[in-house]
């Protein structure tokens, strides 16, 4: 039964997600445009806030940082933000120096991606955003892969595997657009996704639904989540057990086929924010440390939710 419901996947999405321009809202999408800079103008503000929120203790002997927290933070998103090398960062900064107040090296901008101090404001401002924005319960997941080298990309390996990719997982609203939670792996998605998991326990938020590729369709994952959460995948073709925890899932496809697919196909928006990610932002990761690599690909994950718009087709 699971696999008939498969063959009509493809027939249902052009409905579900028609491609016709004519029917995009361009006037919501300039209107919804305006938060995104409001949430740049305020974006100093929201660091300061997420900075208040947490002290930490003096060093002992060595030398004082001569950038303060907030500045260290807000030095780093403008490098992220740039999406180039430490060094063009730092000649970018020599002419935005009365910007920031200060210029620094090329080594100086590297060692903000371990910088814990920052590392902690960071996850303030990013669950401060979510606060500010809601979270609705109804999510998706997927993951993708980042190349740690010009030479790997896209068109020589399409599925993002093997060495030289780090693996990253991401959660995301599908009512607001938001990425709500993060996991990262050097080794496979399915690290990435049991660390995005557990982050999501952590931050206490409720799941009240799920949409997943079927890569992550094993009773293992599935039992990960209560009878509480809905959840929307569809079977690997060599399923050989149904089990309690696929039998509710058919259960839901037999009852409203139409929303189960609607609601599997939200997986798009994982892959649609993928996409516009990497041509913002890059899809290439320089950092040689794991600590740094994680806070490269966490802050991704951050400056997605300050420009992300999400606007529903007519």
Do not use: C
Request: hydrophobic share 35%.
């Amino acid at each position: 039964m699971a696999q008939d419901m498969i063959g009509v996947l493809e027939e249902i999405k052009e409905e579900i997600f028609p491609e016709d321009e004519q029917s995009y809202p361009y006037a919501e999408w300039e209107k919804k445009r305006e938060k995104v800079k409001q949430r740049l103008r305020d974006l100093p503000e929201y660091v300061e806030r997420a900075a208040d929120t947490v002290s930490f203790e003096k060093r002992g002997a060595g030398r004082p940082k001569k950038v303060d927290l907030v500045r260290r933070t807000m030095l780093f998103l403008f490098a992220r933000l740039m999406n180039k090398s430490n060094r063009d960062v730092e000649d970018l900064l020599g002419m935005f120096e009365p910007l920031f107040g200060v210029t620094v090296s090329y080594k100086s901008i590297e060692r903000l991606y371990s910088d814990e101090e920052v590392k902690t404001v960071l996850h303030n401002l990013f669950i401060l955003l979510l606060q500010e924005e809601g979270v609705s319960g109804d999510f998706s997941g997927d993951g993708t892969g980042y190349s740690m080298t010009v030479t790997k990309h896209y068109r020589t390996n399409p599925k993002k595997k093997g060495k030289g990719y780090l693996y990253v997982f991401r959660v995301i609203d599908v009512d607001t657009g938001l990425y709500v939670a993060f996991g990262y792996s050097n080794r496979s998605e399915m690290e990435a996704f049991h660390k995005a998991m557990k982050m999501l326990t952590e931050l206490g938020v409720k799941i009240d639904t799920l949409s997943l590729d079927k890569y992550f369709s094993s009773r293992k994952v599935l039992k990960l989540f209560g009878k509480e959460t809905a959840l929307y995948l569809i079977p690997k073709k060599n399923i050989a057990n149904i089990g309690l925890e696929w039998a509710r899932i058919i259960k839901r496809m037999i009852e409203d086929p139409y929303l189960f697919l609607k609601n599997y196909y939200l997986r798009n928006l994982s892959e649609s924010g993928f996409s516009a990610d990497k041509r913002r932002f890059g899809g290439l990761i320089r950092q040689k440390r794991e600590d740094r690599r994680e806070m490269a690909l966490f802050s991704i994950t951050l400056l997605h939710n300050i420009f992300t718009v999400r606007v529903r087709p007519g």
